[in-house]
């Protein structure tokens, strides 16, 4: 693993607990925001404005009461920090990654927010920046397009002196069966790992590869790069398990979305401070000690 440089380093500090664990609030999401969003005419009638609030509402009521939240450039960011909605104490990290995916010859491919670039990173304030890609390592080479992107990005931001966290989603071709594709998903989130150590990744965001031992294996391909396990949409309780058997094995932290928030926003907006207070708030805390609790065991 490429070392971290210093500036790196108090990013990190910054996105981690007071014990050295990774935990974002990931909250960049637009339209799997949308979709579990309470709204009566569905949800193509919720405005950017409707977006925007429910966004500051996850500042205001989760996040300032954790290290770090994840949020887009398209909706939430600068407002959050022009409004005095984020907390001084908690790190912002800026997602570049444009919604949606193209697909060419069966494989998926991202794309950055028109006019989101390292630079701009700073310029709102961010301590850290986060890109998406998609890969399959059976499909794509180091030097593919998305090895190409990757390392591409990288530089741009180790130049301008931001982290950036690469998030790599693996996925289901759509000629695979369901069966074939379980099969080989722990090889190829661990794959994910190292390919994106060898493009220059210092900080990885990855899911879950299934079980203690594929954790160790992704571990050591990360080769010491810090790897943080996302949520990928499960409830809560099977998603504190999944971290705590990461960390347990070799994982540094969580970025954790919808096992948070979901069921706070799916609500009237006039009960979302309730609820985020007194249902997603405590599981933040909860997520916090277990992450903190398996690294001290290390």
Same mark, same amino acid.
């Given at each position: 693993?490429?070392?971290?440089?210093?500036?790196?380093?108090?990013? /990190?500090?910054?996105?981690? $607990?007071?014990?050295?664990?990774?935990?974002?609030?990931?909250?960049?999401?637009?339209?799997?925001?949308?979709?579990?969003?309470? @709204?009566?005419?569905?949800?193509?009638?919720?405005?950017?404005?409707? &977006? *925007?609030?429910?966004?500051?509402?996850?500042?205001?009521?989760?996040?300032?009461?954790?290290?770090?939240?994840?949020?887009?450039?398209?909706?939430?960011?600068?407002?959050?920090?022009?409004?005095?909605? &984020?907390? =001084?104490?908690?790190?912002?990290?800026?997602?570049?990654?444009?919604?949606? #995916?193209? $697909?060419?010859?069966?494989?998926?491919?991202?794309?950055?927010?028109?006019?989101? $670039? @390292? =630079?701009?990173?700073?310029?709102?304030?961010?301590?850290?920046?986060?890109?998406? #890609? #998609?890969? *399959? $390592?059976?499909?794509?080479?180091?030097?593919?397009?998305? +090895?190409?992107?990757?390392?591409?990005?990288?530089?741009?931001?180790?130049?301008? +002196?931001? &982290?950036?966290?690469?998030?790599?989603?693996? #996925?289901?071709?759509?000629?695979?069966?369901?069966?074939?594709? !379980? %099969?080989?998903?722990?090889?190829?989130?661990?794959?994910?790992?190292?390919?994106?150590?060898?493009? +220059? !990744?210092?900080?990885?965001?990855?899911q879950y590869p299934g079980s203690e031992e594929a954790c160790k294996a992704?571990?050591?391909?990360?080769?010491?790069?810090?790897?943080?396990?996302?949520?990928? +949409?499960?409830?809560?309780?099977?998603?504190?398990?999944?971290?705590?058997?990461?960390?347990?094995?070799?994982?540094?932290?969580?970025? @954790?979305?919808?096992?948070?928030?979901?069921?706070?926003?799916?609500?009237?907006?006039?009960? %979302?401070?309730?609820?985020?207070?007194? %249902?997603?708030?405590?599981? /933040?805390?909860?997520?916090?000690?277990?992450?903190?609790? @398996?690294?001290?065991?290390?």
């Amino acid at each position: 693993m490429r070392e971290l440089n210093t500036t790196e380093r108090r990013a /990190l500090a910054r996105i981690s $607990t007071a014990a050295g664990g990774m935990l974002i609030v990931a909250a960049d999401q637009r339209n799997s925001m949308k979709a579990v969003m309470n @709204a009566p005419d569905g949800a193509d009638s919720i405005t950017v404005e409707g &977006l *925007r609030a429910a966004k500051a509402d996850l500042v205001t009521h989760l996040a300032n009461h954790g290290p770090a939240i994840l949020l887009d450039p398209e909706v939430a960011v600068p407002q959050v920090i022009d409004d005095d909605v &984020l907390d =001084r104490d908690t790190a912002l990290v800026v997602g570049m990654d444009a919604s949606g #995916y193209e $697909t060419v010859d069966g494989l998926r491919f991202t794309r950055l927010v028109d006019g989101v $670039t @390292a =630079r701009k990173i700073r310029e709102v304030g961010g301590d850290a920046a986060k890109m998406l #890609y #998609y890969l *399959r $390592t059976d499909q794509q080479s180091l030097d593919s397009r998305v +090895g190409d992107e990757i390392r591409k990005l990288i530089q741009e931001c180790e130049a301008e +002196g931001v &982290l950036v966290i690469i998030e790599i989603l693996v #996925y289901q071709l759509p000629d695979e069966s369901d069966e074939d594709y !379980a %099969r080989i998903f722990p090889r190829l989130v661990e794959e994910a790992a190292k390919f994106s150590v060898d493009c +220059g !990744a210092k900080v990885l965001k990855l899911q879950y590869p299934g079980s203690e031992e594929a954790c160790k294996a992704v571990t050591e391909a990360a080769g010491g790069a810090p790897w943080a396990v996302l949520s990928a +949409g499960v409830d809560h309780e099977t998603f504190i398990e999944q971290v705590r058997i990461a960390v347990s094995n070799g994982a540094s932290g969580a970025m @954790a979305g919808r096992s948070l928030w979901k069921d706070s926003l799916s609500v009237d907006p006039a009960d %979302r401070e309730s609820l985020l207070a007194t %249902r997603a708030r405590p599981r /933040l805390a909860e997520l916090s000690a277990v992450i903190d609790e @398996a690294l001290g065991q290390r």
